[in-house]
C-alpha cells in the first residue's frame, strides 16, 4: 500500500524557534493532512490541504501541499512550550475519502 | 474535548480474557473509525462504519471484532488476542459522504490495551 516517509523522527529546539518537517511519498495523494497528538491524547487536525501547491496558515503553523502532489511540510514559527507533541502526516489514501495514510510521527520535544 | 469519548482509558487483559472497547461520538457524524497505534509504527486503520454498515476492514485477524450499532456507537470486542496486539486503540469520527473530499476525522482519547 501507499506509504508515507516522515522526517524528523524527532527534534530538540529551544523555545522560540522555528521548526520544519516534512512528508514525502512514492505516489500521488489529493489531500494532505497535519495532526498533533499530545500524551494520553488521541490525533487533533491542524491544517488540512486539498489543492497542489495549496498553503495553508493556522496561527504559527504553516503547511504546504507540494506541486508534485507527492509531498507536504509543516512549519511552525516562534515555538512555545505548549507546542511540545507529536506530529503527523497524513494523505488520503487512492482508495477513497475515509482512507487515510499515516506517516511515522515527527516527536517535539522544546528546551525553554 | 474533541466530542468523541473512549472507555475504558486502560485495560490489561490475559490472552484467554474477553473484553469489550467503547467508543461514542457526540458530534452528529455518520461515519466511525477503529485505529491501532503501535509504538514506532504509523496509525493503522482497522474498520470504517458508514451509516451503521461497515465499509473497510484493513485485513484486520478476526480475534478484533467490531460492532456499530447506530451511527453514535462503536465497539471492538476482543478476544484470544496476543502480546503483540498489546496498543493504543483509537476510534474517530467523521461527517462523512462529501464526495472526493477527505471529511475530517476527529480522534477520541484511545485505550492502552496491554496482552499479557
Known amino acids: 500500500g501507499q506509504q508515507l516517509n516522515q522526517s524528523p523522527q524527532s527534534m530538540f529546539i529551544q523555545e522560540g524557534e522555528d521548526v520544519s518537517m516534512n512528508c514525502t511519498s512514492s505516489s500521488i495523494f489529493n489531500t494532505w493532512l497535519w495532526y498533533k497528538q499530545e500524551p494520553g491524547e488521541g490525533p487533533v487536525l491542524l491544517i488540512a490541504?486539498?489543492?497542489?501547491?495549496e498553503l495553508t496558515s493556522n496561527g504559527r503553523l504553516t503547511a504546504q501541499f507540494g506541486i508534485t502532489r507527492k509531498d507536504s511540510f509543516l512549519n511552525i514559527s516562534a515555538s512555545i512550550p505548549s507546542d511540545v507533541g507529536i506530529y503527523f502526516c497524513a494523505g488520503q489514501d487512492r482508495g477513497g475519502a475515509q482512507k487515510l495514510v499515516f506517516g511515522q510521527g515527527t516527536r517535539l520535544t522544546i528546551n525553554p | 474535548e474533541t466530542g468523541v469519548t473512549q472507555t475504558p482509558r486502560h485495560l490489561v487483559m490475559g490472552m484467554t480474557n474477553k473484553k469489550s472497547l467503547k467508543c461514542e461520538q457526540h458530534l452528529g457524524h455518520n461515519a466511525m473509525y477503529w485505529y491501532k497505534q503501535s509504538a514506532k509504527k504509523p496509525l493503522e486503520l482497522m474498520f470504517v462504519?458508514?451509516?451503521?454498515?461497515?465499509?473497510e476492514n484493513n485485513s484486520v485477524p478476526s480475534r478484533f471484532s467490531p460492532e456499530c450499532p447506530n451511527s453514535s456507537h462503536l465497539f471492538l470486542h476482543l478476544h484470544t488476542l496476543q502480546p503483540e496486539d498489546s496498543a493504543l486503540y483509537l476510534c474517530?469520527?467523521?461527517?462523512?459522504?462529501?464526495?472526493?473530499?477527505?471529511?475530517?476525522?476527529?480522534f477520541g482519547p484511545g485505550t492502552r490495551l496491554t496482552v499479557l
Open positions: 490541504l486539498y489543492k497542489a501547491g
Open positions: 462504519y458508514n451509516f451503521k454498515e461497515q465499509t
Open positions: 474517530a469520527s467523521s461527517r462523512s459522504g462529501a464526495r472526493g473530499r477527505t471529511d475530517t476525522q476527529y
